[in-house]
């Protein structure tokens, strides 16, 4: 759904509208819902003051509005022309020219970019600012050119699609050196915060330490246990 020629909404990957159809028995109308999601910030500016915005929305597109703060979530109902009048209207205020809206992103992946400085480094590549939202980014041009949005996006799935990769590393370590994995706290931050799995071992080579997770989050472990 491109809400407007200027800016563009993306998924990533499984989309960023949910569409609900239910069939009334009524004659010949029917009711159709969308769910759409919105970051955390843009939360007040659609319901406005004492609920002002959403109400001038409801007014002039004929369909209701419904805003979930909890699930960042805007719920639209009415006749399809009525929805599109709500969306347009809902387009001014949560987006702007230059604008990609990337949904259901990986949150340890995006997790550990932002630890890692990739988000940072897109900034400055692509002239353009990120703002991340739980599983939600933003990315808006600073010049209000899409095509440096829609760059800056591409680069993004690239860096979280690599991230998410599952892989494991087998590290041989002597066992004191083991032991000290056990305690350390950048590792014990990273089986909480990114999803690491860690497995001490011990064959006829010796012990070693066996690292489990996204791509990422597995190699920087490697550089923190050797």
């Known amino acids: 759904l491109a809400w407007y020629s200027n800016a563009r909404v993306y998924t990533l990957p499984v989309g960023e509208v949910r569409r609900k159809e239910k069939e009334k028995d009524s004659g010949m109308n029917a009711t159709s819902l969308e769910e759409l999601t919105i970051l955390k910030a843009d939360v007040g500016a659609v319901i406005g003051q004492g609920g002002k915005t959403i109400r ?28 599109a009048r709500a969306k347009s209207c809902l387009s001014r205020i949560v987006g702007g020219e230059g604008t990609v809206v990337m949904r259901d992103v990986n949150d340890r992946a995006l997790g550990f ?44 799935e690239e860096r979280v699609a ?12 002597p066992p004191l050196a083991v032991r000290k994995v056990k305690e350390d706290a950048q590792v014990e931050h990273m089986k909480e915060n990114l999803g690491l799995q860690v497995e001490i071992t011990k064959d006829d080579q010796g012990t ?16 923190v246990v050797r």
């Not at 690599?162 to 370590?173: G, H, I, N, Y």
């Not at 690292?211 to 490697?222: C, D, F, I, Q, T």
């Open 56 to 83: 001038s929305i409801e007014q002039k597109s004929g369909a209701s509005v419904k805003v979930d703060g909890d699930a960042l979530r805007v719920v639209i109902s009415g006749a399809p022309d009525a929805r």
């Open 113 to 156: 970019l932002s630890q890692e400085g990739g988000l940072q480094k897109i900034e400055g590549d692509y002239n353009v600012q990120v703002e991340v939202d739980r599983r939600v980014i933003r990315i808006h041009s600073r010049n209000g050119k899409l095509q440096q949005s829609e760059r800056a996006q591409a680069a993004i």
């Open 162 to 173: 690599e991230a998410s990769a599952f892989t494991q590393s087998t590290v041989r370590l």
């Open 208 to 223: 070693a330490v066996v690292l489990k997770g996204m791509r990422g989050v597995v190699e920087e472990a490697e550089d």
